[in-house]
T-cell receptor, first 116, second 112 residues
Framework: NAGVTQTPKFQVLKTGQSMTLQCAQD?????MSWYRQDPGMGLRLIHY???????DQGEVPNGYNVSRSTTEDFPLRLLSAAPSQTSVYFC???????????????FGPGTRLTVL | GQQLNQSPQSMFIQEGEDVSMNCTSS?????WLWYKQDPGEGPVLLIALYKAGELTSNGRLTAQFGITRKDSFLNISASIPSDVGIYFCAGQLGGSQGNLIFGKGTKLSVKP
């Protein structure tokens, strides 16, 4: 298994540009999520999905869109990049045991985004 | 929103020493998780705690879920150079669909 993969690894954007951060997992996990990590801030949840076709907002969703058309893929779209979105973005996936909340076990290697 | 207070922010220790770090919150969590992050990598799950009072070990790591469900600690015994990294606690709220609240991390440096 490749686990959780993210592309690209690095990206530089200009203010106002849009782009999609890709995330894929090959473990058949139902639960997937996106976090951003800023210096001194820990990780903050952007959006999450409990299964194909189902997404919801996390703590810091503004400026980002997601969709989940398949179990494997969970792309994150930046609609109009701003310097405040300069960050490291992590995708994660988890098992979902019946009757229990999912456990975020596997993180991808991250995408380092700079917005000028 | 909910916050986790993780301390200390950083630690500089000698190889072989024991390490202790903790997280506290004003919120009650159903699950406590501890992660380690190496430079340039994503966090890796070390220990998951599911019940108040639970004490769980993973090799030289031991973590406990506080009785009040508002705190947790992580101990590392006999530290080695590869323990270097940033350790994060995370709490999972009940009914939250598994969403995590992360602490800001403890950066551990180990002198050989």
């Amino acid at each position: 298994n490749a686990g959780v993969t993210q592309t690209p690894k690095f990206q530089v954007l200009k203010t106002g540009q849009s782009m999609t951060l890709q995330c894929a997992q090959d473990m058949n996990h139902e639960y997937m999520s996106w976090y951003r990590q800023d210096p001194g801030m820990g990780l903050r949840l952007i959006h999450y999905s409990v299964g194909a076709g189902i997404t919801d907002q996390g703590e810091v969703p503004n400026g980002y869109n997601v969709s989940r058309s398949t179990t494997e893929d969970f792309p994150l779209r930046l609609l109009s990049a701003a310097p405040s979105q300069t960050s490291v973005y992590f995708c994660a996936s988890s098992y979902r045991f019946s009757g229990l909340p999912p456990l975020t076990q596997y993180f991808g290697p991250g995408t380092r985004l700079t917005v000028l | 929103g909910q916050q986790l207070n993780q301390s200390p922010q950083s630690m500089f220790i000698q190889e072989g020493e024991d390490v202790s770090m903790n997280c506290t919150s004003s919120s009650i969590f159903n699950t406590w998780l501890w992660y380690k992050q190496d430079p340039g990598e994503g966090p890796v799950l070390l220990i998951a705690l599911y019940k108040a009072g639970e004490l769980t070990s993973n090799g030289r790591l031991t973590a406990q879920f506080g009785i009040t469900r508002k705190d947790s600690f992580l101990n590392i015994s006999a530290s080695i150079p590869s323990d270097v990294g940033i350790y994060f606690c995370a709490g999972q709220l009940g009914g939250s669909q598994g969403n995590l609240i992360f602490g800001k991390g403890t950066k551990l440096s180990v002198k050989p």
